[in-house]
């Protein structure tokens, strides 16, 4: 079965609501005349204070779906600070990026956090984006595929099969993100066939074929092409190149299967 690719932008601390307007205008201008049966399913992830103002831009423009960047699991209370699913319910959010490794590094989040989100995000209907990835140190020592083997094994823990199947995962090498330096392709594309292996025998080979992974690292329109041509990469989780209409555009054409 063949899976719709997914070009998502995680702006991170980026963007007020001008900045997020006068970028969101670019992209929605730049998705216009493309076809949306060829296009890739495309996300925008911004900071919580601009869902607002995306959701505006977008209102019009149905290529274009709305993520938030986290949230908290809790349904409310003394949570200084976290936003909830209800609060997200306010606006067209999708999907939840959660398990990114600079709130995993930044904000210790455990792996048992992250499961927890990952259960109240499908509970209300969302759609995770559930981040994974090994430290420079973890692939020189060679565990790469035993540490992302046990964060996708604690990350589904308790998540039944149909769920699993509609949730979205992201292997992002923690040394490729922000450095400019994205992994090879080949070897993006055999980890992300590790992952898939690893939720085949979680669940089966049926949620392991139709589970959508994501690669994420230093992405840019000169290296999208040549990812999406592997079997297994079914897309990307974008930062820096996010962040300018043009690129991200060039990204979302570069996952186009005839060049637009
Ligand atoms: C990310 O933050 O998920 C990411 C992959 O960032 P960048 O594309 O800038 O490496």
Known sequence: MARRPIIAGNWKMNNNKAAAKELMEGIVNGVKSLDADLMPEVVVAPTFTALWQVQD???????????????????SGAYTGEVSLDMLADFDVKFVIIGHSE???????????INEKAKAILAKGLIPIICCGETLEQREQGVTDAHLASQITKAFEGISASDAAKSVIAYEPIWAIGTGKSCDAVEANRTIGEIRKVIAKLYSAD????????????????TIVEQMAQSEI???????????????????????????
Not at 207 to 222: C, M, N, Q, T
């Open 103 to 113: 709130r995993r590094q930044m904000f210790n989040e455990s792996d048992e956090f």
């Open 234 to 260: 079914d897309g990307g989780l974008i930062g820096g190149a996010s962040l300018k209409a043009d690129s991200f555009v060039e990204l979302i054409k570069g996952a186009m299967p005839v060049s637009v």
């Open 57 to 75: 831009c977008i209102k019009n423009e149905p290529k274009i779906a709305l993520a938030a960047q986290n949230v908290n699991p809790n349904e």
């Open 207 to 222: 949620v392991a074929d139709k589970i959508r992974i994501l690669y994420g690292g230093s992405v840019k329109p000169s």
